[in-house]
């Protein structure tokens, strides 16, 4: 068994290696050869001193004729190029639908839609925030941030139960609502051509749900949990090649999905966008994206039941490093 382990462990080294050089020559040779403006020719003719007869046309001469015609590299993974780091902030431009049942330690607890019943705002405009950290070119780490919050005053538009608050239509009521999303996610990128790439993601979800009710005679009814919530899903990205003067922009268009239901909750996300990362400097790219967004939380889990959908339009700007 330790003499297995001990053939086993040089082989793995080996091919790790094997891997890496591989990896470094296949994006030397990319980078030299990424915008080929006519074909190489030999300076020796066919008869020439240094001619070899049929080996004349060499594989890089082919590769090159092929490049020179616009012939795709046929390229499925990212080769490796390093490091780079973005920071950005996105208004978002939300409106807020659904209803609401949570439910006090004995029970009690109506549907209570949050517009309608509620008297929370449909519209209303946050400001979120993230960081990706991209390695190797195609794995990125990400974190966002975002802060959610709505607050109304009116009069209870029916007869409930918001946990344990007993209402009656025609109450003067102060409703409060607060989701606070913590995201921590890991996308996976595909290179498909040079102007496509598509891969999964996964993210794992943090929201901080506070929820209050309060009569205009001081009485009030709060409610507060963690929910914690993975989801999986995919994304892919347009980057066209040939824009003309435009191409100095980068413009891109970008898509996002993912669901998963978990101990009782759906939570599903998607957007979709279009955007230019222009370069600032050698060292620094700016962007601005503009896009729609939708965000569902869907289900029942202890004393909370949701159908909450968040949407709209958004505006992404950022930097990279």
Same mark, same amino acid.
């Given at each position: 068994?330790?003499?297995?382990?001990?053939?086993?462990?040089?082989? /793995?080294?080996?091919?790790?290696?094997?891997?890496?050089?591989?990896?470094?020559?296949?994006?030397?040779?990319?980078?030299?050869?990424?915008?080929?403006?006519?074909?190489?020719?030999?300076?020796?003719?066919?008869?020439?001193?240094?001619?070899?007869?049929?080996?004349?046309?060499?594989?890089?001469?082919?590769?090159?004729?092929?490049?020179?015609? @616009?012939?795709?590299?046929?390229?499925?993974?990212?080769?490796?190029?390093?490091?780079?780091?973005?920071?950005?902030?996105?208004?978002?431009?939300?409106?807020?639908?659904?209803?609401?049942?949570?439910?006090?330690?004995?029970?009690?607890?109506?549907?209570?839609?949050?517009?309608?019943?509620?008297?929370?705002?449909?519209?209303?405009?946050?400001?979120?925030?993230?960081?990706?950290?991209?390695?190797?070119?195609?794995?990125?780490?990400?974190?966002?941030?975002?802060?959610?919050?709505?607050?109304?005053?009116?009069?209870?538009?029916?007869?409930?139960?918001?946990?344990?608050?007993?209402?009656?239509?025609?109450?003067?009521?102060?409703?409060?609502?607060?989701?606070?999303?913590?995201?921590?996610? /890991?996308?996976?990128?595909?290179?498909?051509?040079?102007?496509?790439?598509?891969?999964?993601?996964?993210?794992?979800?943090?929201?901080?749900?506070?929820?209050?009710?309060?009569?205009?005679?001081?009485?009030?009814?709060?409610?507060?949990?963690?929910?914690?919530?993975?989801?999986? @899903?995919?994304?892919?990205?347009?980057?066209?090649?040939?824009?003309?003067?435009?191409?100095?922009?980068?413009?891109?268009?970008?898509? +996002?999905?993912?669901?998963?239901?978990?101990?009782?909750?759906?939570?599903?996300?998607?957007?979709?966008? /279009?955007?230019?990362?222009?370069?600032?400097?050698?060292?620094?790219?700016?962007?601005?994206?503009?896009?729609?967004?939708?965000?569902?939380?869907?289900?029942?889990?202890? +004393?909370?039941?949701?159908?909450?959908?968040?949407?709209?339009?958004?505006?992404?700007?950022?930097?990279?490093?």
């Amino acid at each position: 068994m330790i003499a297995g382990e001990k053939t086993r462990i040089p082989c /793995a080294l080996l091919a790790v290696v094997l891997v890496v050089v591989w990896t470094g020559l296949a994006s030397a040779w990319d980078k030299k050869n990424r915008q080929p403006v006519k074909v190489r020719v030999s300076g020796a003719g066919a008869s020439g001193p240094f001619s070899s007869g049929p080996r004349y046309v060499s594989e890089r001469d082919a590769y090159e004729w092929g490049a020179a015609a @616009g012939a795709s590299r046929g390229a499925i993974f990212c080769p490796k190029r390093g490091y780079s780091f973005a920071i950005g902030m996105v208004p978002f431009f939300s409106t807020l639908t659904g209803f609401t049942r949570v439910s006090s330690k004995g029970g009690e607890g109506t549907f209570m839609q949050l517009n309608g019943h509620l008297r929370l705002p449909s519209e209303n405009t946050f400001w979120e925030f993230y960081t990706h950290l991209r390695m190797w070119d195609k794995v990125s780490v990400r974190f966002n941030y975002r802060p959610w919050n709505w607050s109304g005053t009116g009069h209870a538009g029916t007869d409930g139960n918001f946990a344990g608050l007993a209402l009656t239509r025609g109450d003067a009521i102060n409703s409060d609502l607060s989701i606070a999303n913590f995201e921590l996610g /890991a996308d996976y990128d595909v290179l498909f051509g040079r102007d496509l790439i598509i891969g999964p993601h996964a993210d794992f979800h943090i929201i901080k749900w506070n929820q209050r009710v309060a009569k205009i005679d001081g009485t009030a009814s709060d409610y507060a949990s963690t929910l914690l919530q993975p989801s999986i @899903g995919a994304h892919i990205r347009y980057e066209p090649l040939n824009t003309g003067y435009f191409s100095w922009f980068n413009p891109y268009l970008e898509g +996002r999905f993912d669901w998963m239901s978990f101990n009782g909750l759906a939570l599903s996300t998607w957007d979709f966008g /279009a955007g230019v990362a222009p370069p600032f400097s050698r060292n620094v790219d700016g962007g601005v994206k503009v896009g729609y967004r939708q965000w569902k939380l869907d289900g029942i889990r202890k +004393r909370l039941l949701s159908d909450v959908q968040v949407e709209g339009p958004f505006v992404d700007f950022n930097l990279r490093f």
